[in-house]
């Protein structure tokens, strides 16, 4: 069965991904987020891996949140060893995108539903590494010439 890591940051970003959460049981699978007390509940329900939270609004701390996170994303990397990772951002997922792609994982990038007109930060980083990488807007075509448009996930 293959392995699947769906990760990405709270709000916005998880409510995206857990739309997707139908076919979690297709596959060997780990949920992958941020730890808050929203999230930290989901383990009842999910087979889940933590992160640590980090706000960009407090710029010197999330740096350091932000490296750790990378250490951590190592760990849980190496930990469930996925053949796949999918999903929806943001600044959570960027650096286990770049972990995956470098030992030759698939990478499943699906741009923010909330994006219409103009490209997230980390669409723009994870676009050139991704495997596939879906748009859910036409109009994201002309940032994501390579993209796929299926429609929303909602």
Request: include cysteine.
């Amino acid at each position: 069965m293959k392995k699947v890591m769906f990760i990405s940051s709270v709000g916005g970003h998880l409510t995206q991904l857990l739309e997707l959460s139908s076919i979690f049981k297709n596959y060997d699978y780990v949920l992958v987020t941020e730890k808050t007390s929203v999230t930290k509940n989901m383990i009842e329900k999910y087979n889940m891996g933590y992160l640590l939270y980090g706000s960009r609004q407090y710029l010197f701390k999330y740096i350091f949140i932000f490296l750790s996170n990378v250490f951590k994303s190592i760990y849980l990397f190496i930990k469930y060893r996925p053949d796949v990772i999918v999903t929806t951002g943001a600044h959570t997922s960027v650096p286990m995108c770049y972990i995956g792609k470098l030992f030759g994982k698939k990478i499943i990038f699906i741009e923010s539903f909330a994006k219409r007109t103009s490209p997230t930060l980390s669409g723009r980083l994870v676009y050139p590494i991704s495997t596939i990488f879906i748009v859910q807007w036409e109009s994201m075509l002309k940032f994501y010439p390579k993209a796929k448009y299926f429609g929303g996930i909602y």
